[in-house]
């Protein structure tokens, strides 16, 4: 079973990059059909799926985000990672990570998912 966690600092001024790290143990970022994503969830809201990474390296991002955002991976490391540019406290929530088979824009649809860690933006 493939767990993934989280990593990264809790709190982020305005204006900042918002930065966090997946690890994934028990399997393999680049195994075939899988692909990797970052959620998240503001308070009081549902979830929002922001973008993706393949298995191939392809990346694929929420259209409200495109212009802000960057994932990118380290297969060395089995770690992909979210880099969330120009931050507001809008930007405030609880970010997963979370896999599944196939890329799939639908944050219900995951298999699995990190436990989430609370990013606040603030100054």
């Known amino acids: 079973q493939v767990q993934l966690q989280e990593s990264g600092p809790g709190l982020v001024k305005p204006s900042q990059t918002l930065s966090l790290r997946c690890t994934v143990s028990?399997?393999?970022?680049?195994?075939?059909?899988?692909?990797w994503s970052w959620i998240r969830q503001a308070p009081g809201k549902g979830l929002e799926w922001m973008g993706v990474?393949?298995?191939?390296?392809?990346?694929y991002y929420n259209p409200s985000l495109k212009s802000r955002i960057s994932i990118s991976r380290d297969t060395s490391k089995k770690q992909f990672s979210l880099q969330l540019y120009s931050v507001t406290p809008e930007d405030t929530a609880t970010y997963y990570c979370?896999?599944?088979?196939?890329?799939?824009?639908?944050?219900?649809?995951?298999?699995?998912w990190g436990k989430g860690t609370l990013v606040t933006v603030s100054s």
């Open positions: 979370a896999t599944r088979e196939f890329e799939d824009s639908d944050p219900h649809a995951m298999d699995s």
């Open positions: 990474v393949s298995y191939d390296g392809s990346t």
């Open positions: 028990g399997g393999s970022i680049t195994t075939n059909s899988y692909a």
